[in-house]
């Protein structure tokens, strides 16, 4: 049961709770006028009921309180636990890679970090961004293909690199 519905039905509960109080107030003022009360045995059961009451009143503010947060603030939390596990996904994204990236050499290291950041990028453009000649950004592809990193699709006349996963 999300918060919410819990609000509402805490709401609920305790505009019925209120309504049954403010009954019991208005009978037992009812009481009191019919008694006359100043020093009367009466009136001091009366008293002792209308003390209750009160209390009764704190726990209705309570309740109603509970509800409003519920109902109100309950977006709130929920947007906070979902950036906590963005956040933590993020970092399990980025740990990931870090020791990924010790296993792997310069150039590799290299590469990889340029397509991290421009997935699809043309292998003709990766060359200009890493500086490597072609023969050598081939030789460093085909060793991240091997090792089951990236992979390479034709697009016009060079090809595009993506990840294979997600670093």
């Known amino acids: 049961m999300n918060n919410k519905k819990v ?75 979902e950036r906590l596990e963005k956040d933590t996904e993020r970092k399990l994204v980025e740990e990931k890679y870090s020791i990924l990236s010790k296993g792997l050499g310069e150039f590799e290291r290299k590469v990889l970090a340029v397509v991290r950041q421009e997935e699809g990028i043309t292998q003709n453009m990766l060359r200009l961004r890493v500086d490597m000649s072609k023969a050598k950004l081939s030789q460093v592809l085909q060793e991240l293909e091997k090792k089951n990193l990236i992979k390479r699709e034709p697009k016009d006349k060079t090809l595009q690199i993506f990840l294979k996963e997600r670093l």
Do not use: D, P, W
Not at 37 to 51: D, K, M, Q, V
């Open 7 to 81: 609000g509402v039905f805490i709401l609920v509960i305790t505009f019925i709770l209120l309504s049954i109080f403010i009954m019991i107030i208005q009978s037992l003022n009812q009481e009191i006028k019919a008694l006359g009360c100043f020093e009367n045995a009466g009136c001091r059961t009366i008293e002792t009921s209308l003390s209750v009451v009160h209390f009764a009143f704190g726990a209705f503010g309570f309740l109603f309180a509970l509800a409003f947060y519920l109902l109100i603030f309950s977006k709130g939390e929920e947007a906070i636990v």
